[in-house]
């Protein structure tokens, strides 16, 4: 009897693909630009995510802001932030952008690059771009995404961490921004897959003769942000300027067995010191750890980080 479900349930849902073939992908995004509610446009997506999948379309072409990016038709969560939007990220972008324009030797380090979004706008203003990635889905499609700036961009498969070492992924199936190196603990369904671990002191060294010590680092790992700033002591040390552009999520550093305490502490032990995200101008570490302190558990935040020279 459920063998027969099954079946029956497969042929559906190749009826309703082939009905959805027949719509065209400017017909999704008319229909999802038109409605408001969250649920609805995540249903649109999925239903587009579905016509591509079952007639082997792996991956669409997508915009941020006026780029070009290629995206998983699998990964529901980017297909709503990259094909039917267009502005991810965009101003956390523009204010990277304008530290990038006061000097032209600047190297950008894309720690959780994901498609590509923050390389493919900055690569332009840097004199290189390192995009580290670990899950080999995506990482395919920001080889085709950043193909035409092959010669600036060097694109490392793996994690970063604290040290050198192979470690699980745990892979959403629709949101490919959210992979992380915890099982978190309402899902207990995520399937692993096994990923290589790098410092950053460790790639650094790989390309140390074609990079400058004006460096920018934006971290966006779920959770793993304390492990990567352990893993790049050397490369913070070599730094005669140095921003870092940090994700900040409780939930994701407990999961990861750490804390904004534990996280707050290494950036001043390693002499990097809160700026505002748009004025650049100094903040007291009082100030960022009283805005995180009643904060829920879930709430993602962002955090800029200078530097601290002589």
């Known amino acids: 009897m459920i063998k027969n479900y099954i079946k029956n349930l497969y042929k559906n849902y190749k009826i309703i693909a082939i009905i959805i073939n027949f719509l065209r992908a400017d017909l999704f995004k008319y229909f999802f630009k038109k409605t408001k509610n969250n649920k609805l446009r995540r249903f649109i997506t999925i239903l587009f995510s579905l016509k591509c999948k079952l007639f082997g379309k792996k991956s669409v072409l997508g915009k941020i802001s006026t780029f070009?990016?290629?995206?998983?038709?699998?990964?529901?969560?980017?297909?709503?932030?990259?094909?039917?939007?267009?502005?991810?990220?965009c101003e956390n972008i523009e204010n990277l952008k304008k530290i990038l324009l006061k000097r032209k030797d600047y190297i950008?380090?894309?720690?959780?690059?994901?498609?590509?979004?923050?390389?493919?706008?900055?690569?332009?203003?840097?004199?290189?771009?390192?995009?580290?990635?670990?899950?080999?889905?995506?990482?395919?499609?920001?080889?085709?995404?950043?193909?035409?700036?092959?010669?600036?961009?060097?694109?490392?498969?793996?994690?970063?961490?604290?040290?050198?070492?192979?470690?699980?992924?745990?892979?959403?199936?629709?949101?490919?921004?959210?992979?992380?190196?915890?099982?978190?603990?309402?899902?207990?369904?995520?399937?692993?897959?096994?990923?290589?671990?790098?410092?950053?002191?460790?790639?650094?060294?790989?390309?140390?003769?074609?990079?400058?010590?004006?460096?920018?680092?934006?971290?966006?790992?779920?959770?793993?942000?304390?492990?990567?700033?352990?893993?790049?002591?050397?490369?913070?040390?070599?730094?005669?300027?140095?921003?870092?552009?940090?994700?900040?999520?409780?939930?994701?550093?407990e999961g990861m067995g750490s804390s904004l305490e534990n996280l707050f502490s290494l950036c001043k032990a390693n002499n990097l010191y809160p700026i505002d995200n748009f004025s650049y101008k100094p903040l007291t570490w009082d100030i960022v750890i009283n805005k995180y302190k009643d904060v829920d558990r879930y709430y993602v935040g962002n955090l800029m980080l200078k530097k601290l020279t002589n």
């Open 68 to 89: 070009d990016i290629y995206i998983s038709t699998s990964d529901v969560w980017g297909l709503m932030k990259f094909y039917f939007k267009t502005n991810y990220d």
């Open 108 to 253: 950008f380090w894309d720690i959780g690059a994901n498609y590509g979004a923050y390389s493919l706008i900055l690569n332009k203003y840097t004199h290189k771009t390192i995009a580290i990635e670990p899950f080999p889905k995506t990482i395919s499609n920001l080889q085709k995404t950043l193909f035409r700036s092959k010669d600036k961009v060097f694109i490392v498969n793996c994690a970063a961490g604290e040290k050198n070492h192979t470690s699980e992924l745990y892979v959403s199936k629709r949101h490919f921004g959210d992979h992380r190196l915890y099982q978190p603990g309402n899902e207990k369904s995520r399937c692993k897959k096994s990923v290589n671990i790098r410092t950053l002191d460790d790639i650094y060294d790989d390309y140390s003769k074609q990079l400058s010590p004006y460096n920018i680092i934006k971290i966006d790992v779920q959770g793993s942000e304390y492990n990567v700033l352990k893993g790049a002591k050397n490369l913070i040390d070599n730094s005669l300027e140095l921003f870092v552009f940090l994700e900040i999520w409780k939930e994701g550093l």
